[in-house]
Nanobody, 115 residues
Framework: QVDVVESGGGLVRPGGSLRLSCVAP????????MAWYRQVSGNQREVIAD???????RYAASVKGRFTLSRDNSKNTVYLQMDSLKPEDTAVYYC?????????WGQGTQVTVSS
């Protein structure tokens, strides 16, 4: 069973941009705040941004001003626009509900920022 599908990662130079996408089941998506998490190898997964059902977004200090989170409720999709990327943004990025337990984790999408 696949609950969420993340896409859009890749290799980018410092200062570059990427746009991540996440599709989730509508029955869960429509009723929940969604979030992007990231995990650096060996570290815990951390929330970097979340968005309420009515589109209010919040950001971790590490990405505020550089990342923009949005959602399209008609497509059950959340988007993470990542600008001014830094090497420390290198991680596997995951999407899930902000309150965990409704969806299984997807495979994530690897973002590598390197010159």
């Amino acid at each position: 069973q696949v609950d969420v599908v993340e896409s859009g990662g890749g290799l980018v130079r410092p200062g570059g941009s990427l746009r991540l996408s996440c599709v989730a089941p509508g029955s869960i998506f429509s009723r929940n705040s969604m979030a992007w998490y990231r995990q650096v190898s060996g570290n815990q997964r951390e929330v970097i941004a979340d968005i309420s059902t009515d589109g209010r977004a919040r950001y971790a200090a590490s990405v505020k001003g550089r990342f923009t989170l949005s959602r399209d409720n008609s497509k059950n999709t959340v988007y993470l626009q990542m600008d001014s990327l830094k090497p420390e943004d290198t991680a596997v990025y995951y999407c899930n509900t902000l309150s965990l337990g409704y969806l299984s984790w997807g495979q994530g999408t690897q973002v590598t920022v390197s010159s």
